[in-house]
């Protein structure tokens, strides 16, 4: 028997190893985080939630569940439904009631539940949610329109199906002589309306807040925390399950106020939901009981088989009648829709409530639930990936490079990437830069990245780094600053600059100028003169008989400067201050060669344009 202590670290410990595999791997977390639930609690019977937590079990998954949507309503920018509002609006409306409907008739017909305890079920089953959305999103990396239609379908539909749930409750409460049609009606218009009066309150008091600067912005995330959990807390007490409501339109005001910035607040929640989504769903995986999954046969699958092929595939198509999804786009929106903590956890309350009101098959809509959820998030991280690249409707892998600057340095460096497969798209605010850039036939945008138009327009599809070569030291620090958090860490370079001496009192901290490019010594100015000079980028292929040693003793390398290689899986490596590479036979390696190294290089191993050749 392990004592509480060392049950919460052996959740927080495999929390953190199934992210970590499902990393390595690139599949779902989810995937590992259930598996490892199910080892823990029923078959090795080491976790046990319901005593761990006892009647703290459901008001801390419902707290979590709160943090994980607002967290997820900041990301909820109106402009995202220029294209895919009327979509997203039908499928948490008719669309659901549609969903709703086949459920409910799957399961009275495979399971043999009442049409009331059938009806209930279905309600709750049209949620999907950013617990399971978001992790499947990170790996199936869909195009921009079918993630943000899932994501806002999963956020809103949360508290919509909790509300719609309350709804089919009230009216078993009123088939089981416990109330009126008046009573009912006027509970679910008092959980809307305190959940819309009471979320955008407290959003727009928040962000008054932060717009006028009265936080400290050691204080914001914190202020964050505290005023959501306070509010969902108060909306709960005022009118129950008004909750979730609550506080995503409080994230939706909040993402959507004028000079309001959010960034701080969303970095912190986003680790916080990362640490509450791996407990949840170990939790939810270890309350299973296999026994009461037997009791509901095959009929259980069938339900299962009914929601993944009949239900939302209908929905969708429904929904999205003279929308601008193609047909490959509405196949994957059919495919996805997982299950997550909102349903298992809605489930579970208002089975205990129909058993205190003496429907005795009440308890197995629990096991029923937790069917759904394992099979559709099994079924779907397994395929929804593969599936999206099948149908063309994936994002290319996040290789590119996004590139401050036009220059003439930024060109040769883009033309060198683009011959090692790697997209690039440069940005210059100089309009000659940018008109020569495109004569070269090289992707740009014409404008600041610090600049807000930047934020709205700028199409990062595919991109997977930044290099800041910009002629402007300053900005291109401020531009790593700014996609430091966007993209991977080792991703983010910059130039270094004649003031980032070790002691120059004007040096830039290294934190705020990423890594650098190449060498301490190897600065823009450099760069651009060799270039002027009729210096080039040029590819040599490493072999066991001309290594890196042999290229770099070869004396017409003598004055060239290497800037990256390409292994032979196509994984580009930079060479930086702190890096020293050491590429090995078949990698191919990028150096600039001086003219005077010119005539010398020629007698190199041939170079290449195409090195997956």
Known sequence: MLTPVTTFALI???????????WRARLPA???????GVLLGPVMNVVKPDELLDELLFPFISLSVAIILFEGSLTLKFRQLKDIGPVVRNMVTYGALINATITTVAVHYLIGLSWQLSALFGAIM?????????????????????????????????????????????WIRVQHGQGDWLDATWIFVQTIAVGNVLGAMAGYLFGLLLRHRWLPEYLQSFAALATVTGVFAISESLRHESGLLTVTIMGIWLANMRDVHTEEIIDFKENLTLVLVSSLFIVLAARINFDDVKLLGWGSLGVLAVMQLL???????????????TFREKLLLSWVGP??????????????KLEQMGYEEAYLLVPLAFTVIMGTVIIQSMTARPLARILGVAEPDSRGYLIMGANPVARAIAKALRTAKYRVILSDTYWDNISSARMEDLPTFYGSLLSDHADKHLDLVGMGGFLGLSHHAERNHLGVMKFQNEFPKVKVLSLASTNDSANSKRATSDKHRGQVLFGEDVT???????????????STPL???????????????AYSIPLFTVDPKGSLLWFTAKTQLE????????SLVPVEGQQLNEELPETVGDINA
């Open 30 to 36: 989810i995937l590992f985080l259930l598996l490892s």
């Open 311 to 325: 239900s939302r595939p209908i929905k969708v198509f429904f929904s999205s009648i003279g929308s601008v999804f």
């Open 126 to 170: 049209v949620v999907t949610g950013p617990t399971v959305i978001v992790p499947l999103l990170r790996t199936m990396k869909p195009n921009a329109r079918i993630a943000n239609a899932l994501r806002w379908e999963g956020i809103v539909i949360d508290p919509l199906g909790a509300l719609f749930a309350v709804l089919v409750f009230e």
């Open 543 to 557: 072999t066991e008989s001309f290594t890196f040693d042999d290229w770099r003793n070869y004396e017409g390398n």
């Open 339 to 352: 299950r997550g903590i909102v349903a298992a956890a809605v489930t579970a309350l208002f089975a205990l």
């Open 524 to 538: 823009f100015s450099k760069l651009a003169s060799l270039i002027a000079k009729g210096a080039q980028i040029k």
């Open 12 to 22: 927080a410990v495999a929390g953190f190893a199934c992210q970590w595999l499902a």
């Open 583 to 590: 590429p090995k036979s078949q990698w191919h390696l990028f």
